[in-house]
């Protein structure tokens, strides 16, 4: 028995969109690869965390521990756009709304966030 023409065209569809975010995910990350490590003055907007949609709502019910996404915007402190990143658990932890400091970023990829008061206890070292 032939398969119906619209199951077809389903899983065509199918593959073709996931080959197409597979490349987009693969120019973003060589993107960020090539670009240079930039550092702002930034102060802390928001955070965010929540679950990880990676799962269907019958698997949620037996699955006590979820995968947690992290998410902070900035705000530049000369004015630019607001940068939205998203973050590990480990540096999501470490910031505080509404804190300053020095973000550094690689294309849209996070790198770090150094706070104002270990920016002046650095500088205390050195001299």
């Given at each position: 028995m032939k398969p119906p023409l619209?199951?077809?065209l389903v899983v065509a569809l199918i593959a073709v969109l996931a080959t197409r975010q597979f490349i987009k995910q693969r120019r973003e990350s060589a993107a960020n690869d090539?670009?240079?490590?930039?550092?702002?003055?930034?102060?802390?907007k928001s955070l965010r965390d929540y679950l990880a949609p990676d799962r269907r709502s019958r698997q949620r019910e037996h699955i006590p521990v979820e995968e947690r996404r992290y998410e902070a915007d900035f705000r530049?402190?000369?004015?630019?756009?607001?940068?939205?990143l998203v973050l590990n658990a480990a540096d999501y932890q470490r910031l505080d709304r509404g804190s300053r400091g020095e973000l550094k970023v690689q294309g849209t990829r996070f790198v770090s966030f150094t706070s104002e008061?270990?920016?002046?206890?650095?500088?205390?070292?050195e001299q």
């Open positions: 619209i199951f077809l090539v670009s240079p490590v930039r550092s702002i003055m930034v102060e802390v530049p402190l000369n004015g630019e756009n607001e940068i939205g008061a270990a920016l002046a206890a650095r500088k205390t070292q």
